[in-house]
């Protein structure tokens, strides 16, 4: 396949992500049911993103030329793949840039995000024989070339081990935050919902952190946030509200709430699912030399930084970690 080739294959599975095909809908309602948290809701969000900000025709064009891909790679690696399962089709980028680079991709998808991966290659394959041969799900990833492997603090630990004597990234935990002024509109803070919100809060692009200023009123916060009230009828989700207060109860700790989240006074940057840390600043600047470089930090949310309500919106070039995904396939 040449670059051309893979880059209608993967304009045409955009446009299958947006339609109404019956089989791209069933597959929806099988991740769903597969996971709890993944809500139909969550489930289009994310899929919709992909299509839209990765798979259309100028935006693949545009992004194989800055990264300098080839024609053709007749000296294909093989490059395994695993996958998070955090939210839906978290691994899907990854993926996309071994096949636009022309490269062959093993990949051992996440137990809890399997079904929309899984057929969306098998639609591809059904597409074009040598995309099919070029993308393989698998429980072993013996004999790869190179790795990316996505996980938590604990399963890196492993990854570091098995994958050493390969080229490989390797991702950890990682989380967001917000750096507030007090001087957000009502819009703004709605917005913020989102980034806190969206996907229960499980993605490292979700805002698990505030920093507010010294004199900061939460109560506009905590109506905005009033939003994303819903979410307290899924039970998974209330599972841990209930938990985390009651646990801030026994614990005679301080704490804020509207009823579906609680904000609590930490200096941790995570936060659990149904909590949302603050802590009080000074000085910006200081406080934005200090988050710059930290290494659990994917993004920051605010003035000069990400807009807010933005977050979970990642373009083609936002790679995780910082890791120029193309960079690294290019170097092998």
Not at 20 to 27: E, G, I, L, T
Not at 285 to 293: Q, R, V
Request: aromatic letters at 12%; a negative charge; hydrophobic letters at 35%.
């Amino acid at each position: 396949m040449n670059l051309q080739h893979r880059i209608y294959l993967l304009s045409s599975l955009g446009e299958y992500i947006l339609s109404n095909d019956p089989q791209w809908q069933n597959a929806k309602e099988q991740a769903s049911l597969e996971n709890g948290w993944f809500i139909p809701e969550f489930v289009d969000l994310a899929s919709k993103n992909i299509a839209l900000s990765f798979l259309q025709k100028d935006i693949l064009e545009k992004w194989a030329t800055a990264g300098q891909i080839p024609d053709t790679s007749p000296d294909a690696k093989t490059i395994g793949i695993v996958m998070a399962g955090n939210i839906p089709l978290v691994g899907f980028h990854d993926w996309l840039c071994v096949f636009i680079r022309g490269y062959k991709a093993k990949i051992k998808p996440s137990s809890k995000d399997q079904a929309l991966i899984k057929h969306l290659l098998e639609k591809l394959a059904g597409w074009d024989e040598q995309a099919g041969n070029a993308s393989r799900i698998s429980d072993m990833l013996k004999g790869c070339d190179a790795y990316i492997a996505t996980g938590s603090n604990n399963s890196s630990r492993y990854f570091d081990y098995y994958f050493a004597k390969y080229p490989n990234i390797i991702r950890r935990n990682r989380t967001s935050v917000a750096i507030l002024t007090g001087k957000e509109t009502n819009e703004e803070l709605e917005k913020l919902a989102d980034d806190v919100y969206l996907y229960f809060g499980l993605g490292c692009r979700n805002v698990t952190k505030i920093y507010v200023p010294a004199d900061y009123d939460f109560i506009p916060l905590l109506a905005a946030f009033k939003k994303y009230q819903y979410l307290s009828d899924h039970h998974k989700y209330k599972n841990n509200y209930d938990y985390n207060l009651a646990l801030h109860l026994l614990n005679k700790k301080y704490y804020m709430t509207n009823g579906t989240i609680l904000l609590v006074e930490e200096e941790s940057l995570f936060s659990p699912i149904s909590q949302l840390n603050y802590e009080y600043y000074s000085d910006t600047d200081k406080l934005t030399e200090k988050l710059k470089n930290h290494h659990e930090l994917q993004s920051i949310t605010g003035k000069g930084h990400i807009p807010f309500g933005q977050s979970q919106y990642p373009a083609i070039t936002d790679y995780a970690d910082g890791i120029n995904t193309l960079e690294f396939l290019n170097s092998l």
